[in-house]
């Protein structure tokens, strides 16, 4: 075989992988906005641990104080929040104040907030956020990966 065709071969080889990987495994989810400060900030790279991979290896379910990927139910962009609520549990926020209603989130449901409530749009205006839409969740221990001064960082 040539030198020629072998870079092609590697190329052909490794991109089923890569896309592979990417969709099942980890990724690599960017920060968008402010929503997630002073936990994350604008153009953190995070470590996105993806929603196939952790159901079958880590056995891990989602709850409260976990932060998640997950695609919006207003227009399907990716968003990137902390899980204030769990199934079951009764939401005592909406639309930022206290509510005298009982509120419950839920079966396979979600309620969502950003860290900044005072800068992000989330389950108060949008609602539960179903347990299908959920990309995947940013590891606690290692998920700053980019800028390299916030390693390590509690999330």
Request: aromatic share 10%.
């Amino acid at each position: 075989m040539s030198l020629r065709k072998r870079p092609s071969i590697a190329i052909v080889t490794a991109l089923p992988i890569l896309f592979f990987f990417t969709t099942n495994v980890m990724a690599v989810g960017i920060i968008e906005g402010e929503s997630m400060a002073p936990t994350l900030h604008n153009k953190d790279r995070v470590l996105l641990i993806k929603t196939p991979f952790r159901e079958i290896f880590f056995k891990r379910n989602l709850g409260p104080g976990d932060v998640v990927f997950f695609k919006s139910p207003q227009d399907n962009t990716v968003c990137c929040k902390r899980i204030k609520y769990e199934q079951h549990q009764t939401v005592d926020i909406l639309a930022g104040k206290d509510i005298d209603e009982i509120h419950v989130v839920p079966k396979n449901h979600y309620f969502m907030v950003g860290d900044n409530l005072n800068n992000s749009i989330d389950s108060r205006k949008y609602g539960y956020v179903p347990n299908g839409l959920i990309v995947g969740y940013v590891n606690k221990t290692a998920g700053i990966i980019w800028p390299p001064n916030r390693w390590f960082h509690k999330i």
